[in-house]
């Protein structure tokens, strides 16, 4: 046996730890931000600027419970649950902090650019204040020394982004569909046309499928656009003669 059989590979700090974890490292982020500020506005001096310090908490308040409301949909909670915990409806929920989330899957649910170092960082500031707890960010981070669960990771993100381009050539397959359909109108051709359209909404609708897998956070919009990509293929291919109907004028986006 060679000696590199023996070697296990060093973990690759560049990874991004598991969405969860990276979630948890900017709440951690924040935290610190929030404590800093307060250590450093406790002081009263002839210069204390009390609105400026009040404003400047309230923004990070309200960044923490974003990060907070991530967190908790990569914990697997509901819409519900959340608005439940929040003390708002499911709906309320949604409408303040869907967007937020929206915008955490687009940025393929990873801030941290150099989480081993930032996460080492955290550790010494709280160290400073808590010495019996030199290790109070990375004990609660369990990928930080799991390069499996971080690649894994990595590759699920790396996949959500291939889907993303991939769906983005629909657009132009399923028009070029429903033009070639319309120039069959009338022809023995006009039957298989409409079924090689229908069949790209089938494709399109189980590209999201996989989507949806990739990007759970957001799943159930990833589905229902599938549901009506399906919707759409049943009725173009229920309708083999004759003319198109206004619905079907338009590719769906």
Excluded: C
Excluded at 17 to 42: C, E, F, H, K, S
Excluded at 160 to 181: D, P
Excluded at 244 to 253: F, S
């Amino acid at each position: 046996m060679s000696e590199t059989d023996d070697t296990t590979p060093e973990p690759d700090r560049r990874l991004p730890l598991v969405p969860l974890d990276d979630a948890r490292l900017a709440r951690a982020l924040t935290l610190q931000q929030i404590g800093t500020v307060v250590l450093n506005d406790l002081p009263i001096a002839d210069e204390y600027d009390p609105v400026g310090g009040a404003i400047n908490l309230a923004r990070l308040a309200e960044k923490l419970t974003e990060q907070t409301v991530i967190i908790r949909r990569e914990q697997g909670a509901s819409w519900t649950e959340i608005g439940k915990e929040m003390g708002v409806s499911r709906q309320a929920a949604h409408d303040r902090w869907g967007s937020v989330v929206e915008a955490w899957v687009m940025l393929s649910r990873h801030r941290q650019e150099a989480p081993d170092l930032t996460v080492s960082q955290l550790d010494s500031w709280y160290a400073d204040i808590d010495p019996e707890r030199p290790d109070a960010v990375s004990s609660g981070l369990p990928s930080l020394h799991d390069p499996a669960a971080r690649r894994a990771a990595q590759d699920q993100r790396q996949e959500a982004l291939r889907l993303h381009a991939e769906l983005n050539s629909y657009s132009a397959l399923e028009k070029e569909a429903f033009n070639q359909s319309i120039e069959a109108t009338g022809t023995p051709e006009y039957p298989a046309r409409r079924r090689e359209w229908a069949a790209i909404h089938l494709e399109h609708a189980a590209l999201l499928d996989r989507l949806a897998a990739a990007e759970p956070l957001v799943a159930t919009e990833h589905r229902r656009r599938a549901r009506t990509q399906r919707s759409l293929a049943d009725g173009i291919a229920a309708e083999s003669t004759g003319r198109t109907t206004t619905a079907e004028a338009e590719p769906a986006a």
